[in-house]
């Protein structure tokens, strides 16, 4: 079992409720990760996600082995039949097999180019983990998607929803550095399965693959899409059309208290690290309102509901 | 309970007493650590503050998950209300209000900048941290203090003292880069705590901020301060006056062999890493009056008590 | 006890014996190293050795504490004597015998420079944490030698001879960057513990260390070379002669398919990293005959056996 993507959720209000019964009692399966060794590669920063993993892996009873593979490895190679004279020392098919000879299971974190559209749509190094491993995948973000994000979101608006059918917007907001799509996406995947009116708002231009929006509602006017959405979830990302792009900057996108006031006393979410001031106003992130913190609480429940169901599935 | 200064510390003799019963046993607490995580952040490089307090959690059981701030995460801003439109990608508030979530205690490594001392004297990392962490913020040094370093030269001084109040000369030497206070800062501190006859030696323009070293004594004759010391605490500052540069490089402050000839046996101290034959000759620290090594070895146990009472403090 | 050198085995053909044992059981001894501490100190980059090698003491159940000593320490200085205004901020005498307080073992990793051929053969790092150091010391790679992946060879071996005397080839082949002769040297050396038909390959100039290679057998003619051989060990390494220089990039160096089939059905050797078609075609390394990856599973056998006896020597 990998978990490289929300496709590979099969029942999410099931996962939800398994992840806030680990919630209640993140000890209780010490016992399972016993002598088994996760291995946490990083290809890019990561706070959240290596400190919350790494804690999913504690709690489970794992060992961690964590590695900034640019920095303390080799540079690997992702194509096949290459003469490598250049700068790779290492081809993804042997670092991947032999990887997986030390590790239970393996999580990586490998970011969008933002140069090569077709590349990073082909998850290249997620890819090829995924084709060469002999062990499960776990993806900490990979170019397209960041899947654990998404499930602790998913936990997160169960905790905190107060109605059956909440309305839910993801609103795109302005950013000084070309960002992935990778959190929208899978946000936008997660709330496919969910029971909620879901809208996408985001300046005309900015429209995420449609391979993954289908046929979520898509609203070009930002304060039409919040009226009476219970939850707006802020995400930049950069023009995926004209790829890896800033094309738009309109601080009119910022989230600010007045644009909240047009909702149903929505909740505001993000996966941080959020740029205040330039996604957020301060007013809008610090009020009650607020479940940003909780929202990177959950990360380790979600990531400690996967590790759990890979390491019974490998039973 | 936090661990940030000299001044966290209530009882500085029964402290040292405590970390020398633990120093004699220092498996006695394996359990109390149990599924607690120490979380380190490193702003800056460390040899022995990473591995002796690395150390120290898993003498007591604790998991520990270790992070370089600067190279593995995102840059942050300390500043209230700015437009994030610049390098900063996280917010100090939502960096510590998240890692509060995954640790139950936070150590912090963050340096002096030595450019604005006013920025360095408010300590910009250290005290966002303890602003906004939500659990127990230890200091692995901080812009202007050391106190695990100090801790562990009290328990060191306790060890190898020979008479009930030693005379303590913490004396400055040449240096070729310009260095933090800190550690000369945690020093007095301490040494203000002690039953000592406490002199600083240093040339005249070299003085420490007043506030720190208020009327602990300074000489500025080298010589006349080492008459009958019993310790030699060695250590290079930059000048706290014209702030963070070098105006003395005089390598007559070198601590030499004649020079230690002029004190009563005294011991020589550092907390190393130190410049050999530019803070002290190699005859002076290779020499059996030399007890640098012991005081990295406490450094150990000098972060075990600290985490031992939090834990403790904790329940 | 030390292993910085094949030397250090006193009789290889117990210690595969004993190494295939703890392969067959590999938390047999879980309980040896409680409470016990690895210090894996790195100066270079690290895949297999890094990730095998902690994997080999959680195997033991000992702490490990990782520290890439470039970027997250000090730089050492390795002269005695000298005045210590440059770059280098700490002396090894300090650092090794600091790092000794903290760890039971230090596990350490330092390339050749190719720069200076004396110093490489100083084994400077490796040098000084022997000398200086007060805890066993583990060759991760150091600057002439690699033995514990020759040690890894030796099992792979071991596993896959078909016959008593086998014939075994290391052959030089061609690389885009200038490598150590370190891996070539060891498995040289541990060649010469082993009852084979032994032939080291290369362009004439190419020649190792002869004070490693002794009276091994030599032979220029790749092709006849090969000739019935059982192993065939590929590996570049940079000219000695002529210091640390590319002298010879002839690509019919590379192992191909026919040259494989000059062999009696010989198995292909690589420490890994490898650069597919320079090195080896992908044809002979994605073939039946690869044992490469078996090769790096090894390393983790490899490394468990050194722990495992100096933990047991330690008692």
């Given at each position: 079992m990998n978990y490289t993507s929300i496709k590979n959720i099969d029942n999410l209000s099931q996962w939800v409720q398994d992840a806030l019964e680990i919630k209640r009692n993140p000890l209780k399966n010490k016992k399972l990760g016993k002598n088994k060794t996760l291995g946490?590669?990083?290809?890019?920063?990561?706070?959240?996600?290596?400190?919350?993993?790494?804690?999913?892996?504690l709690n489970l009873g794992m060992n961690v082995m964590a590695m900034n593979f640019t920095s303390e490895g080799w540079t690997l190679e992702f194509e096949d039949g290459v003469i490598m004279n250049q700068a790779a020392s290492e081809h993804i098919k042997e670092a991947?097999?032999?990887?997986?000879?030390?590790?239970?299971?393996?999580?990586?974190?490998?970011?969008?180019?933002?140069?090569?559209?077709?590349?990073?749509?082909?998850?290249?190094v997620m890819a090829g983990f995924l084709k060469h491993a002999t062990v499960p995948i776990v993806n900490m973000e990979?170019?397209?998607?960041?899947?654990?994000?998404?499930?602790?979101?998913?936990?997160?608006?169960?905790?905190?929803?107060?109605?059956?059918?909440?309305?839910v917007v993801l609103s795109w907001a302005p950013h000084p550095r070309a960002l992935p799509q990778a959190v929208a996406n899978s946000f936008v995947e997660m709330m496919q399965l969910q029971n909620a009116d879901f809208?996408?708002?985001?300046?005309?231009?900015?429209?995420?693959?449609?391979?993954?929006?289908?046929?979520?509602?898509?609203?070009?006017?930002?304060?039409?899409?919040?009226?009476?959405?219970?939850?707006?979830?802020?995400k930049n990302w950069s023009n995926y059309n004209e790829y890896g792009q800033i094309t738009n900057a309109d601080s009119n996108w910022t989230i600010t208290a007045d644009k909240m006031n047009l909702t149903n006393n929505a909740k505001f979410m993000h996966c941080l690290p959020v740029r205040r001031n330039m996604i957020v106003t301060d007013e809008v992130i610090d009020s009650e309102n607020s479940i940003v913190i909780e929202q990177a609480n959950n990360r380790t429940y979600s990531a400690q509901l996967v590790l759990k169901k890979i390491l019974e599935n490998g039973k």
């Open positions: 946490m590669l990083f290809f890019n920063p990561s706070l959240r996600t290596r400190l919350s993993t790494q804690k999913a892996a991947a097999e032999v990887i997986s000879q030390y590790c239970d299971i393996i999580a990586i974190r490998a970011f969008a180019g933002l140069i090569d559209k077709e590349k990073d749509n082909a998850e290249t990979g170019a397209t998607g960041h899947p654990l994000q998404s499930l602790a979101d998913a936990i997160t608006m169960e905790e905190h929803k107060t109605t059956h059918r909440p309305k809208v996408i708002t985001h300046p005309e231009g900015y429209e995420l693959n449609p391979e993954i929006t289908k046929d979520s509602k898509i609203e070009y006017d930002q304060d039409k899409a919040f009226e009476n959405a219970d939850f707006i979830y802020a």
